[in-house]
């Protein structure tokens, strides 16, 4: 039997399939554990300020790629809900910084932490050959796309 070479054109459309498929698993994940409701946006928002408190409001609205509007009625929302800080730049006065609040890392880390386990036990039936394959995958997926670190304003 005769394979045709992989191409470049068709991983890509393997990984538009997958992409969306692994997205639409994390969201319901995050909707069964993030209770009251926390969007996969939301949690994706609180991730992004454990790893880089005292944020902008356009450093977050850039990584979620969404307009500052947006992203301002978002972080209301978790203002609201005790989950961030959102306070002016003392040097910058137009300038807002956002940091997680004490209930904002618990809840992120639960919430992030439960949807981890429902990804591992999805993995479970996968040998160690396949759970080694995933991983290379994703590896040299992150190195491909992953945005360089965007400098502090």
Known sequence: MVTQALTSTQCAADIMTAVPA?????????RRHGKPHLSLSQ???LYFLRRRSQSSL????????VTRPTMSAMVERLVQRGLVNRISDPVERRRIIL??????????????????QTVADRLEGLSEAQLQQVKAGLAVLTNI???PAVPSD
Not at 22 to 30: E, K, N, P
Not at 99 to 116: C, I, K, N, S
């Open 43 to 45: 949690l994706r928002v």
């Open 99 to 116: 940091t997680l609040t004490a209930e904002g890392t618990v809840e992120m880390e639960r919430v992030y932490d439960a949807t981890l």
């Open 22 to 30: 692994v997205t639409r698993f994390l969201r319901a994940g995050i």
């Open 145 to 147: 796309f992953e945005e």
């Open 58 to 65: 356009s450093e977050v609205a850039d990584y979620l790629d």
